[in-house]
């Protein structure tokens, strides 16, 4: 680590000497994806909550209060829950965005860091900083399933499209560890990348962008052979969060002391840059916006990236440090991911398979409806689900928490589809 590296870590030190998570340079942003944004999460380090912005109108509507020190947020496919780390007790907070408030504490392990959620919604991986491995929950019961051990000091994760491989930052390791999602385990690591920081990976899955403290530099995997593609010079700004635009072309980059980087991905070269510092970037679901968290100012600036200019600055909490934008999805998505939630159900042991048999197949009902254009139809299948989940509720089946979550994710469909 350079000495200019140690002097800006060293006020930011949250745990013990090795926590190199820092409020200046991390941020957790869900993976992009073809869905409209409504709403923006956004972890307050110092606030201990969590910041809600509408983003039609760029303006924060809620603060929902969470653990300590809370880090890194991700928001399910559905749209339904938010989850958001806290580093400093060691839990995750889920958050149901229909009435964004808390439903669920989960304890994982020792600081908790950045997280991502596999496609289908069925699992979140999040990095744990203290404890040298990543904490997999499964969001049908908001319980641990399984905890990988990587390497030293992890700082985020990210999951590739088709769900099977997650790719984590090993801080004090200088590589990046490769995570078959079916066998959790670790099949590779990636070495020399001088503290790896945050990582994105492009929307095809063929390669994985790493920032670079130490190193001064984005490094660009290739996912087929996990092999380093490219490096691209950092410029002396210490780059730190990362992501892409969902067509794959461009990928922005928050560093330290600023200009946020803009590098077009066929020739990985920085091609604009935008005159502001921060600690990590995301973009909307048409590519059109970016936001980036300022903890110098305790604001959220949002970019128009077809000018590369700000065109909004959103007070939030105190050293905002994730951001999360949730996701709306079509009905026929949405339903296809409930379905797996209550397959989680099954194969977790919570659910016979007569009783999820019941369920999926009201829900494959209202698929059938929806395709025929019978709304109503979908949505009276949807109400006849809601009804057997209290039923199963009601007989011990299933826990308050565990039936809830699937009647919040079917009302979230209803709403989608306007039912009355």
Same mark, same amino acid.
């Given at each position: 680590?350079?000495?200019?590296?140690?002097?800006?870590?060293?006020?930011?030190?949250?745990?013990?000497?090795?926590?190199?998570?820092?409020?200046?340079?991390?941020?957790?942003?869900?993976?992009?994806?073809?869905?409209?944004?409504?709403?923006?999460?956004?972890?307050?380090?110092?606030?201990?909550?969590?910041?809600?912005?509408?983003?039609?109108?760029?303006?924060?509507?809620?603060?929902?209060?969470?653990?300590?020190?809370?880090?890194?947020?991700?928001?399910?496919?559905?749209?339904?829950?938010?989850?958001?780390?806290?580093?400093?007790?060691?839990?995750?907070?889920?958050?149901?965005?229909?009435?964004?408030?808390?439903?669920?504490?989960?304890?994982?392990?020792?600081?908790?860091?950045?997280?991502?959620?596999?496609?289908?919604?069925?699992?979140?991986?999040?990095?744990?900083?203290?404890?040298?491995?990543?904490?997999?929950?499964?969001?049908?019961?908001?319980?641990?399933?399984?905890?990988?051990?990587?390497?030293?000091?992890?700082?985020?994760?990210?999951?590739?499209?088709? &769900? $099977?491989? !997650? =790719?984590?930052?090993?801080?004090?390791?200088?590589?990046? +560890?490769? #995570?078959?999602?079916? @066998? %959790? *385990? /670790?099949?590779?690591?990636?070495?020399?990348?001088?503290?790896?920081?945050?990582?994105?990976?492009?929307?095809?899955?063929?390669?994985?962008?790493?920032?670079?403290?130490?190193?001064?530099?984005?490094?660009?995997?290739?996912?087929?052979?996990?092999?380093?593609?490219?490096?691209?010079?950092?410029?002396?700004?210490?780059?730190?969060?990362?992501?892409?635009?969902?067509?794959?072309?461009?990928?922005?980059?928050?560093?330290?002391?600023?200009?946020?980087?803009?590098?077009?991905?066929?020739?990985?070269?920085?091609?604009?840059?935008?005159?502001?510092?921060?600690?990590?970037?995301?973009?909307?679901?048409? &590519? $059109?916006? !970016? =936001?980036?968290?300022?903890?110098?100012?305790?604001?959220? +600036?949002? #970019?128009?990236?077809? @000018? %590369? *200019? /700000?065109?909004?600055?959103?007070?939030?909490?105190?050293?905002?440090?994730?951001?999360?934008?949730?996701?709306?999805?079509?009905?026929?998505?949405?339903?296809?991911?409930?379905?797996?939630?209550?397959?989680?159900?099954?194969?977790?042991?919570?659910?016979?398979?007569?009783?999820?048999?019941?369920?999926?197949?009201?829900?494959?009902?209202?698929?059938?409806?929806?395709?025929?254009?019978?709304?109503?139809?979908?949505?009276?299948?949807?109400?006849?689900?809601?009804?057997?989940?209290?039923?199963?509720?009601?007989?011990?089946?299933?826990?308050?928490?565990?039936?809830?979550?699937?009647?919040?994710?079917?009302? $979230?469909?209803?709403?989608?589809?306007?039912?009355?």
């Amino acid at each position: 680590m350079t000495r200019i590296t140690q002097k800006l870590l060293t006020p930011f030190f949250i745990r013990g000497t090795r926590i190199v998570m820092l409020a200046l340079f991390l941020v957790v942003f869900g993976t992009s994806a073809a869905f409209a944004q409504t709403k923006g999460y956004v972890t307050n380090f110092l606030g201990n909550t969590v910041s809600v912005i509408d983003t039609a109108i760029n303006t924060v509507i809620a603060t929902v209060p969470v653990g300590i020190a809370p880090v890194g947020a991700a928001v399910t496919p559905n749209g339904a829950f938010a989850y958001v780390s806290n580093g400093g007790d060691d839990t995750v907070s889920v958050i149901s965005t229909a009435t964004d408030t808390v439903v669920a504490t989960i304890p994982v392990g020792a600081f908790p860091a950045i997280m991502d959620i596999t496609p289908d919604g069925v699992f979140v991986y999040v990095v744990n900083a203290d404890d040298d491995s990543v904490s997999v929950i499964a969001t049908a019961t908001n319980t641990v399933t399984a905890t990988i051990p990587v390497g030293v000091q992890p700082q985020a994760v990210a999951i590739t499209p088709n &769900g $099977a491989r !997650a =790719y984590v930052t090993d801080g004090f390791s200088d590589e990046v +560890s490769v #995570i078959d999602t079916a @066998t %959790n *385990t /670790v099949v590779t690591t990636i070495p020399g990348i001088l503290i790896p920081v945050w990582v994105a990976i492009t929307p095809d899955g063929a390669f994985a962008y790493v920032t670079s403290i130490a190193g001064d530099t984005i490094t660009v995997i290739d996912t087929a052979s996990n092999t380093i593609f490219a490096t691209i010079p950092g410029g002396g700004r210490l780059p730190t969060g990362v992501a892409i635009t969902p067509n794959g072309s461009f990928a922005y980059v928050a560093t330290g002391f600023g200009p946020v980087l803009v590098i077009d991905t066929a020739t990985n070269t920085v091609v604009a840059t935008v005159s502001i510092g921060g600690a990590g970037v995301t973009i909307n679901s048409d &590519g $059109a916006f !970016a =936001y980036v968290a300022n903890q110098a100012n305790n604001t959220v +600036s949002v #970019i128009d990236t077809a @000018t %590369n *200019t /700000v065109t909004a600055t959103i007070p939030v909490g105190a050293a905002p440090f994730g951001v999360a934008l949730q996701k709306t999805q079509s009905p026929q998505d949405q339903i296809a991911a409930l379905i797996a939630q209550v397959q989680a159900l099954i194969g977790g042991g919570v659910l016979t398979q007569d009783q999820g048999a019941g369920l999926i197949d009201k829900l494959k009902q209202s698929l059938a409806k929806l395709d025929m254009g019978q709304t109503g139809a979908a949505c009276n299948q949807l109400s006849s689900f809601i009804n057997q989940v209290n039923a199963l509720i009601s007989n011990g089946s299933l826990t308050q928490s565990q039936g809830q979550a699937l009647i919040n994710a079917a009302n $979230a469909i209803r709403t989608n589809l306007g039912c009355s």
